[in-house]
C-alpha cells in the first residue's frame, strides 16, 4: 500500500508561492471575454452573493488541483 505524502504548507511570502498563486489566477482569467467582465460587474453591484458564487466557482478547481501537493490555509 502506498504512503500518503505530507503535503507542504503553501507559503505565499516565498517566490515559489506567488508564483503557484499568480498561475492559477492567470489559469482562472484564461478565456474571460470582455462581455462576461461586464455581466460579472454588473451582477456584483445586483446580487453579490451570486457574484461571490460565479467567482468561486472560477477558482474552485484550480484551487483543488493545487491542494493535492499543498496545504490550503485561509489566507489563500
Known amino acids: 500500500m502506498k504512503q500518503m505524502q505530507t503535503k507542504k504548507v503553501l507559503n505565499l511570502r516565498t517566490e ?22 461586464i455581466e460579472l460587474r454588473k ?18 478547481g484550480l484551487l483543488g488541483m493545487l491542494a493535492i501537493n499543498h496545504k490550503i490555509n485561509q489566507e489563500v
Open 16 to 37: 515559489q508561492g506567488s508564483k503557484l498563486i499568480f498561475n492559477l489566477n492567470e489559469n482562472a482569467l484564461t478565456g474571460i471575454t470582455v462581455n462576461k467582465f
Open 43 to 60: 451582477l456584483s453591484t445586483a446580487d453579490s452573493y451570486q457574484y461571490y458564487n460565479k467567482v468561486k466557482l472560477k477558482y474552485i
